[in-house]
């Protein structure tokens, strides 16, 4: 079964930058969409970014601006550059794939990954 691995978070000081990736375990028959989501303790997993099959993107509001998804179809993976970080960004980050394998469409997460940003 795909699996959807993150990496790239880590601790950063306000107002600095990191860059996340999502690689899928083998190829992908056909990539619906992908998204970031974030959570924290105590609230709800929350919606980041998104990108289409057909490459468009959109944004929640706290993000639009500093953050930017983007993907390379030919290494199965999708990126979300984060700039201007800020404390409120900080939590657990999770790649989210609505893909097609073996002839199934599933929803797919990640493990996710921690990215701190220190004020």
């Known amino acids: 079964q795909v699996q959807l691995v993150e990496s790239g978070g880590g601790l950063v000081q306000a107002g600095g930058s990191l860059r996340l990736s999502c690689a899928a375990s083998?190829?992908?028959?056909?990539?619906?969409?992908m998204a970031w989501y974030r959570q924290v303790p105590g609230k709800q997993r929350e919606w980041v970014a998104v990108?289409?099959?057909?490459?468009?993107?959109n944004y929640a509001d706290s993000v639009k601006g500093r953050f930017t998804i983007s993907r390379d179809n030919a290494k199965n993976t999708v990126y979300l550059q984060m700039n201007s970080l800020k404390s409120g960004d900080t939590g657990v980050y999770y790649c989210?794939?609505?893909?097609?394998?073996?002839?199934?469409?599933?929803?797919?997460w990640g493990q996710g990954t921690q990215v701190t940003v220190s004020s």
């Open positions: 989210y794939g609505d893909l097609t394998t073996d002839g199934r469409r599933r929803d797919y």
């Open positions: 990108i289409t099959s057909g490459g468009s993107t």
């Open positions: 083998e190829s992908i028959f056909l990539i619906h969409t």
